[in-house]
Structures are given as C-alpha cells and as structure tokens.
C-alpha cells in the first residue's frame, strides 16, 4: 500500500504544470477583407512602441494595430510594384520602427516606415548572393542586421539594414521561419522534419530538437518561431495547434492551447512574437483569421508542490 501512495505521489507531481502560466488576454480579427479583418494572417511582429503588424497573407497586405488590436491602418495589394504583394508571408520590426516584408512570390524584401511608406526593396529570383528562390521569412537583428529564409535555396541570407549582402549559409533542414536571439543566435524552423535548429550569427550551427509527436518537447509542423528577452524560445506548431517554449538550449519549459476556437484555442497557429518586455505574446491563429495575446500570470504565494499535490488529491 505504501509503494502504491508513493508512485501514485510521483505521477502526480510530474503533472502539475510549472508555477505561473500563460494565460489568455485578448483577440482581434474575423474572416474578410474588411479593416482589421484578416484571410489566413501568417506572421505577426511587435515594434519597441508597442504597435503589432500582421501579414495579412491572402489579403496581400500588411496591417497595423494597437498593443490591444485597435485598427491603427494598413498598405499593399496584389501585384509587383513598389509596395505591392504575392503572398507575403513574413513581417519584422527594424531600427527606427522601420518594416520589413518578405514577400514570398515575388522573391525580395521590401522595407518601409512604421505608417506603410515605400523605402527600398531588394532581391529577384536565383541563387546568387542577394537573390531569393521564395523569400519566406525575414527577421532584424539588434544591431541592425536583416536575415532572410531563402527557402527554395535551402539557405539563410543576411543583409545590412538597406540591403547590401553580408553573408549566407546552407542549411540541413528546409528552414521556413526564423528570429534572432538578444545574444544574436538564429532560430529556424523547419515543419517537414519536425524539428529546430540554431546558429552563431554568422552561420555556425550550434544545435538543434525535436522530433514527431504529441508529448513535451515532440512537435507536429513546428512553424512560428520567437525569442523573449530572456532568451526563451516560443513554437507554434501548425498541425499540432498549440504553443511551447524551451530555454535557448532547447530544454521543455511548457506550452499551452489546443484544437479549436475558443479563447486561447489555436487552428493552425503560425506567426508568434514577444513583447520587448517580455510580458505578453501575439499568436497569429491563422485557421480562425485572428491574432491572440496572452500575458505571464504568477501568483502572489506559490504552494509548495506537496500542496499542489494535496489539491490534487482532494
């Protein structure tokens, strides 16, 4: 009887979560064309003011909103020109709040002020230093340098902040969506195998995780990459509709969400983004048309875990 309270002690305190959790905050969004309406919303980004911009994918825009989703505005259409549009799939925040576009069809990133005005744009299809074969992501170092996923080249390319080409590296792993750590390390990852890998700045593999399933630390379709100031790391999971988060090493720290479109409910989650500060994450829940935020709760006192196992008891 003995042995049986104890391991039965055991499985219940491996269950209980970690002290302080994300918790669901907000949303915003619905499926149109209309302001602050949203066709499959595919990456999300946090500028050091506060303001989110969204990659309206299907709808071939970008648009901006208040740290709380009130519709600040918008720019693009489908099409080739300056400003324009082909699925546009990866947003980013630069120096002096400037915006960087990765858009996709059209292989290049275009670049603008923080309101949607023109400022440059670089890339065109190929394999040669600043060229692009589907530009998929693009994330800003903080100092200042571009980094691009150039997935059709099985690379990662990185620029200055107007373009000019610094470097690039082959990648093992078919690398859809990345970020830059405070430190400077790359986070790419890869859905087809399942996996995360990361870099020096300049390209030297460091490590990688991950592997097929539904447990802690296994992931179906990882896709949305990001990295807190504390060096944490957040993962959507496309097809497993949830979130987790590991240290910069990739140890498991925990997750949240499920299958579905309640309120802190994922379908076919996507672009995620920490705030500066650490304190709240944007998801874009591409299958509901939606961006969600979520805010780190701890309470005043935590219990003991012999308390929390009692609780569980009771």
């Keep these: 009887m003995k042995r049986v309270l104890i391991t039965a ?13 994300w918790a669901y905050e907000g949303q915003w969004g619905s499926s149109g064309s209309g302001n602050g309406q949203f066709d499959r919303p595919n990456k999300v980004a946090v500028a050091p003011g506060g303001n989110i911009y969204v990659c309206d994918t299907s709808n071939a825009r970008i648009q901006y909103f208040t740290a709380v989703g009130s519709y600040l505005g918008k ?5 080739s020109g300056n400003g324009e549009f082909s699925s546009p799939l990866g947003v980013a925040v630069g120096l002096g709040g400037n915006v960087y576009v990765a858009d996709y ?62 470097g690039q590296w082959r990648t ?8 830059v750590a405070p430190g400077g390390n790359v986070y790419a990852t890869a859905p087809n ?16 995780w991950g592997t097929y399933g539904v447990n802690n630390g296994e992931f179906m379709g990882p896709l949305g990459v990001a990295v807190a100031p504390d060096a944490n790391v957040y993962v959507t999971e496309a097809s497993g509709h949830r979130v987790q988060y590991f240290t910069a090493t990739g140890s498991y720290l925990g997750r949240w969400g499920w299958i579905g479109s309640g309120n802190g409910e994922f379908y076919q989650p996507r672009g995620i983004a920490v705030t500066p500060a650490g304190s709240c994450v ?33």
Aim: charge should be positive; glycine fraction near 14%.
């Design 9 to 21: 002690f055991a499985a219940a305190l491996a269950t209980v979560p970690s002290w302080g959790e």
């Design 75 to 79: 720019w693009g259409s489908r099409g």
């Design 105 to 166: 069809w059209n292989h290049r990133i275009q670049y603008f002020t923080g309101t949607g005005s023109f400022l440059g744009k670089w890339g065109s299809l190929g394999s040669g230093n600043g060229e692009f074969y589907c530009a998929r992501d693009v994330a800003v170092a903080a100092g200042g340098n571009v980094y691009v996923a150039d997935i059709g080249n099985r690379r990662i390319q990185y620029f200055t902040a107007t373009g000019s080409f610094l």
């Design 172 to 179: 093992s792993i078919e690398a859809q969506c990345i970020a």
């Design 193 to 208: 195998m399942h996996r995360l890998a990361y870099y020096t700045s300049a390209g030297s593999f460091l490590g990688s």
């Design 282 to 314: 944007y998801v874009a829940d591409s299958g509901n048309d939606r961006v969600q935020y979520f805010y780190w709760v701890e309470p005043a006192v935590a219990p003991s875990s012999l308390g929390r196992v009692k609780a569980l008891f009771r």
